[in-house]
Nanobody, 130 residues
Framework: QVQLVESGGGLVQAGGSLRLSCAAS????????MGWFRQAPGKEREFVAT????????YYADSVKGRFTISRDNAKNTVYLQMNSLKFEDTAVYYC???????????????????????WGQGTQVTVSS
């Protein structure tokens, strides 16, 4: 069992930056691939980024590529999402998620669906003002 708690959300002007953190409980954190998703009002939850258990490989949604960076510190049981050059359309509740396996890629596809992830945090609100 893994429990995830996000923090770092808030209100920021367009063009600004925020860093989200996700603290995980449990001894097996370092063996899990981790991901970030987001959900805007009236929209489905969408993939943002994912990272392997070791941090050696990452994958991003096209909408955030070049602006967001996912990273992790297994010694601190924490995964991060650095968000730069924020846009109004980045406004959403951001969720941290964990896969019960170390990889992010299988048979020609990345794990980028909510159903690919087993454990979820409660979410943190990010609001970007235009």
């Amino acid at each position: 069992q893994v429990q995830l708690v996000e923090s770092g959300g808030g209100l920021v002007q367009a063009g600004g930056s925020l860093r989200l953190s996700c603290a995980a409980s449990g001894r097996t954190f370092s063996s899990y691939a981790m991901g970030w998703f987001r959900q805007a009002p009236g929209k489905e939850r969408e993939f943002v980024a994912t990272i392997t258990w070791s941090g050696s490989s990452t994958y991003y949604a096209d909408s955030v590529k070049g602006r967001f960076t996912i990273s992790r510190d297994n010694a601190k049981n924490t995964v991060y999402l650095q968000m730069n050059s924020l846009k109004f359309e980045d406004t959403a509740v951001y969720y941290c998620a964990a896969r019960a396996s170390p990889g992010i890629y299988y048979s020609g596809a990345y794990y980028n669906r909510p159903s690919d992830y087993k454990y979820w945090g409660q979410g943190t609100q990010v609001t970007v003002s235009s």
